[in-house]
């Protein structure tokens, strides 16, 4: 039964604010891509001229530089104040560098004003998904947390089109007014949180148990206190926090290394946040340009259309694969969108060189289809389970701090793809794809080895399957030393 088969408005209201908090991920996607567009801008390079090259890389970089340095105390605050006090931090700090940006045309206050905006970006990008996660009706969970990093290329899109509007201007305002704009998405996550309720995981931990059970009364069953599913997820949530409660050091880093189970999430967390720059989709993402230069596109109309359709292209399949993760399973995505990419990047490689040495024209064109391919693959897993799928492995103690570590980790591979690319790309060429190529056969290899199936399983079901010992290749899940599968104090839900 769906959960709007009746009139339902406490659950109206939560998606409604969930929606909402999804700009939390538009406002990353925008602030990651802005530097890119403002750079096209003639009055946004006059505003740089005179700063020597390591000046103008800082400025450059900024955001990735705050981003990286707030992960970590995003997660304290996440799990001491609070999810929804630390997305308020975070969007507020937003606002407020946006307006610096705009309002001084100087380059080390508007640095630091950027470094100030990748913290924010940090705070609401550890603390946005957990909300969403730990706030969600159970039958559409995985969807909206799925719909998280889908919603990223709306931020791309979003500051392309609003540079790509202002380029007539003739002085300042031309590079400014997409400062300014910056406030937007965080501004909607500030609405966000006049409507979604505090995470009732947070509640029960910090001892709230009375308003915990009232928010999943009003937002999951519309008021009714006897509902059974409301009663089922209280009293699971109940049982998991207090059992991790019990043990003092739960919370701590150190209860990462506590069992084989807590390592194995440290290291799918890990390999997430290298997986998610490092599986040749950091080319296409941040050296375009000169890979469409390489096969014989070199107007600039010609490249815009290509980047414009691509982002495009990105956010119809990221949306498709937040919609469809549920049905076929994580594991099932993970494998077949990592093997699809390995075919198509392997074939862009091979036409790239037919064309660099051999000269054949066809050959050239072909590898932008299968550049597309390649996204489309990677978007269909990659994008919405990036965040998801740490959200939903990681029990409730933990989950601030390994979406920290997997965000931290992405930052620091996204540093490498921002820096060693371009170098790399233009002493290899098209060779430089077969490096990618390599890391996707080891990413397939590592996926189907660590990577277990979440699909069907609450929360708290989840972090349980990580006691188990192997992964069972017949439903994708982990079975128990004796081969029985772990479906105890499971909630099943009606879809």
């Keep these: 039964m769906s959960p709007f088969s009746k009139a339902d408005d406490g659950l109206r209201s939560l998606n409604i604010g969930i929606a909402l908090m999804l ?9 990651a891509s802005q530097i890119n567009s403002l750079l096209v801008l003639p009055e946004f390079t006059k505003f740089l001229s005179g700063l020597n090259s390591n000046a103008t890389g800082l400025i450059i970089a900024a955001v990735s530089l705050g981003a990286f340095l707030s992960f970590i105390p995003a997660s304290y605050v996440a799990d001491r104040l609070g999810r929804r006090l630390c997305v308020s931090m975070g969007a507020t700090l937003c606002i407020i560098a946006a307006i610096l940006q705009f309002a001084f045309e100087h380059h080390w206050v508007y640095f630091g004003a950027r ?21 969600a009706h159970p039958s559409q969970r995985r969807t909206l947390t799925g719909l998280y990093n889908a919603v990223w290329f709306c931020g791309s899109i979003t500051a392309a089109a609003i540079t790509f509007s202002t380029l007539s201007m003739k002085n300042s305002w031309s590079w400014r007014v997409p400062c300014l704009l910056q406030i937007l998405f965080p ?14 995981r947070w509640l029960v931990s910090k001892n709230r148990k009375g308003e915990a059970l009232a928010m999943l009364t009003r937002y999951h069953a519309n008021g009714n206190m006897h509902n059974k599913l409301v009663q089922d997820e209280y009293d699971q949530i109940c049982a998991s926090i207090n059992a991790e409660t019990d043990q003092k050091s739960a919370s701590q880093w150190s209860a990462f290394f506590k069992s084989k189970g807590d390592m194995h999430r440290l290291t799918i967390c890990i390999l997430l946040g290298f997986m998610q720059e490092w599986t040749g989709n950091g080319v296409t993402s941040y050296y375009l340009p000169p890979i469409l230069g390489s096969v014989g596109i070199n107007a600039a109309t010609h490249q815009a259309a290509v980047n414009i ?20 399973g994580r594991r099932v995505l993970w494998l077949c969108a990592t093997t699809l990419m390995i075919i198509f990047l392997s074939t862009a490689t091979v036409m790239a060189g037919l064309f660099a040495e051999v000269h054949i024209l066809e050959a050239g064109i072909t590898v932008v289809p299968m550049l597309f391919l390649f996204c489309a693959a990677y978007d269909f897993a990659y994008m919405p389970l990036f965040i998801a799928y740490p959200a939903e492995i990681l029990p409730f103690q933990l989950r601030a701090k390994g979406l920290a570590v997997t965000l931290t980790t992405d930052s620091l591979a996204c540093f490498f793809n921002q820096y060693v690319n371009p170098v ?54 982990l079975s128990d030393t004796d081969g029985s599968k772990d479906s105890s104090f499971a909630i099943k839900y009606e879809e």
């Design 115 to 135: 470094v100030a905006m990748g913290a924010g970006v940090g705070f609401s990008q550890t603390a946005a998904p957990l909300l969403i996660a730990e706030t």
């Design 424 to 477: 790399a790309f233009s002493a290899l060429r098209w060779r430089y794809f077969s490096i990618y190529v390599g890391c996707l056969v080891i990413v397939l290899g590592l996926v189907y080895l660590f990577f277990p199936e979440t699909q069907g399983r609450s929360l708290e079901e989840v972090a349980r399957i990580f006691e188990s010992n192997k992964i069972d290749d017949s439903e994708g899940v």
């Design 309 to 328: 359709s691509l982002q495009v292209w990105n956010l119809i399949f990221a949306v498709a694969g937040a919609s469809t993760s549920d049905k076929y």
């Design 187 to 200: 501004s909607l996550q500030l609405v966000a949180l006049s409507i979604i309720p505090e995470s009732p």
């Design 23 to 31: 700009a939390a991920s538009a406002t990353s996607g925008y602030n």
